[in-house]
């Protein structure tokens, strides 16, 4: 398991959070309040999408009611907030992530989006016949399937590097290889569906030894851990707002400023251009150049609240309370019988995948649902990864800040139900 | 259990799923088809012997949860020796009974099919419940065919 001292350790510097309170913390949730089926809402699907404290519906709504126009284009009062708000949340996204320079941050529709983008702008042109696209087993699918169409269209492969049993990387296996023909490497920072923290700076060592550059997907990392991609060292990262207490429709790409300067524009359109004639378009500087249209100005802005909150919150104390729970559901689920737990890495976020021997997840998703209690069933967008444990999908319980020890005790008496059902 | 919990899974329908009837490769089988429901990633492929007009032989195979294991079984039961035309009524019949109030107009003719009026209650559960229906008419429509509950 991680410990909690690698979470979220330095937040930024600004006013002292209070203590982690996790009732203080569910209050800023008002989703949490209601109930499902005559009983209270247990949300355990995080790691779908997580539920958006008061302060980012706020800031949606003020935007719209007070400062919504176009960007970067406007002479107006009301364009000049709009920008002004957009663009301070660059530099908030930049800081979240310590990233060197604001122009590194390239405002996306979530991590799918960023991936393709850099699948297209950076690795196509630099992945041709027989080259290599190194990936994991335990990838989403939206890490697999744009560098497979890409080997695709180039002749290239695609290669996978494998997992032991408890769901963790073979460092040796994957360095293995890494050969003269990997253009790039793209890893998710954790696992959707197994919980497990790749070791991303090691990772990134190997990679960089032979001058590979390593993408690095951090969906489900960033909900949960400090992220500092100076310190990874790594070339891109992603994230997805949704996932981070943000809107949905919003997320982000990090590149190192030198890649993303040498790389052409993903989509050509509006803001984009420093000027177009019929002959001839000047595209814009970084970041504009990978923005073409209107984007997500709303999502942005949210996104920018969810940081907020976010950092407002004591993060040892976050950590402490998130590692905890998971330790604590870990022990009262493996306790139940015939259930087995998929994903024991040592190194997890608050994910728990189980399946329970003769009873399919689908049976246990709707049995909890009546209970009130919101978990994912099924292949969770890792189909490949289903098929290495030798399973078609797995129930997943997935937590975030605001869940509590009392709804893991909801979870595990939902279970035995299933499993009164299901004698 | 919730009463609608109870509807849902009645002691038939865990009874199939536990043993399902009918359950693997159909040897001789001049039609097939895999039906996949996109969801969930469930799969079930649907073997089956026609003769003339007639199913003559059904099986099914495949991974899915308790109400497509048990739907499937209790289809190839129910299919077995019917014609194609008989087929096609009762899966109307069957659709119906899963999507309206009402309950199928014709629903004594699904005879121990009508356990699954309890899904009604749990529209996304219909899928699963069709998967295996939806399957057979792929493979009675084409010597070789891919169903999809989409
Ligand atoms: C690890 C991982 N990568 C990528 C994605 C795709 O993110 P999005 O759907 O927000 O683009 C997800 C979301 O489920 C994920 O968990």
Redesign the pocket.
């Known amino acids: 398991m991680t410990r909690p001292g690698d979470l979220l350790a330095a937040a930024p510097a600004r006013k002292a959070p209070a203590a982690f309170d996790v009732e203080r913390v569910r209050a800023d949730f008002p989703i949490l309040r209601q109930t499902v089926f005559g009983k209270p809402l247990v949300y355990l699907d995080n ?2 999408t997580a539920q958006k404290p008061r302060a980012v519906i706020d800031t949606l709504t003020r935007f719209y009611e007070v400062d919504n126009a176009n960007i970067h284009r406007g002479l107006h009062q009301l364009s000049e907030r709009s920008t002004a708000a957009y663009e301070e949340t660059r530099a908030k996204v930049r800081r979240f992530l310590n990233a060197a320079e604001d122009r590194e941050i390239v405002f996306v ?5 960023a991936i393709n983008l850099a699948a297209s702008s950076y690795a196509r042109p630099h992945v041709g016949r027989d080259d290599e696209v190194l990936i994991t087993t335990m990838e ?1 699918h ?2 697999i399937v744009p560098w497979q169409m890409l080997c695709e269209e180039k002749g290239a492969r695609l290669r996978v590097a494998p997992i032991n049993d408890d769901g963790e990387l073979l460092l040796d296996e994957f360095e293995a290889l890494l050969g003269p023909r990997t253009r790039i490497v793209s890893v ?1 920072h ?3 569906a197994l919980g497990t923290v790749n070791p991303i700076r090691r990772i990134v060592e190997m990679a960089h030894r032979r001058n590979i550059p390593v993408l690095v ?1 951090g ?2 990392a960033a909900p949960h851990l400090k992220i500092d991609v100076r310190d990874l060292d790594c070339d891109f990262y992603t994230l ?1 707002g ?2 981070l207490f943000g809107p949905t429709g919003i ?1 982000v790409l990090y590149g190192k400023a030198a890649l993303l300067e040498a790389m052409p524009p993903y989509q050509g359109g509006g803001d984009m251009i420093a000027s177009v004639t019929f002959e001839k378009t000047i595209y814009n500087r970084l970041p504009h150049k990978f923005e073409a249209g209107t984007p997500h100005i709303a999502g942005v802005i949210g996104l920018g609240a969810a940081i907020d909150y976010l950092e407002s919150i004591d993060p040892e104390g976050r950590a402490a309370h998130e590692q905890a729970l998971l330790e604590h559901a870990t022990r009262r689920l493996a306790e139940l019988p015939r259930l087995r737990i998929v994903g024991r890495a040592k190194e997890k976020t608050g994910v728990l995948s189980f399946v329970i021997e003769g009873i399919h997840p689908h049976d246990i998703g709707t049995i909890l649902d009546r209970e009130g209690i919101a978990i994912r069933a099924g292949h969770h ?1 890792a189909q490949p990864l289903m098929d290495r444990f030798g399973v078609p999908a797995t129930a997943r319980a997935s937590f975030a800040l605001y869940n509590t020890r009392e709804e893991v005790g909801a979870l595990e008496s939902g279970i035995r139900k299933v499993l009164g059902v299901f004698r | 259990m919730a009463s609608d919990l109870g509807d849902l899974y009645q002691e038939v329908i865990l009874d199939h799923n536990r043993q399902p009837r009918n359950f693997g490769d159909l040897p001789g089988a001049n039609r097939r088809a895999e039906g996949f429901n996109p969801l969930c990633g469930d799969r079930v492929t649907v073997s089956l012997t026609l003769e003339g007009d007639v199913l003559k032989d059904i099986r099914f195979q495949g991974s899915g949860c308790a109400i497509s294991k048990a739907s499937a079984s209790m289809m190839t039961e129910t299919m077995k020796g019917r014609t194609r035309a008989q087929a096609e009524r009762l899966f109307q019949e069957f659709h119906r009974l899963l999507t309206e109030d009402s309950g199928a107009p014709d629903a004594a003719s699904l005879g121990k099919l009508v356990v699954f009026s309890g899904v009604r209650e749990f529209p996304i559960r219909v899928k699963c419940a069709t998967l295996a229906w939806h399957t057979l008419r792929a493979a009675l429509d084409s010597a070789h065919g891919i169903a999809s509950t989409e």
Do not use: L
């Open positions: 790691a779908a529709r979530g991590t799918t989006e989403h939206s890490n998710a954790v696992s959707n997907d969906a489900q997805s949704h996932k997320g967008c």
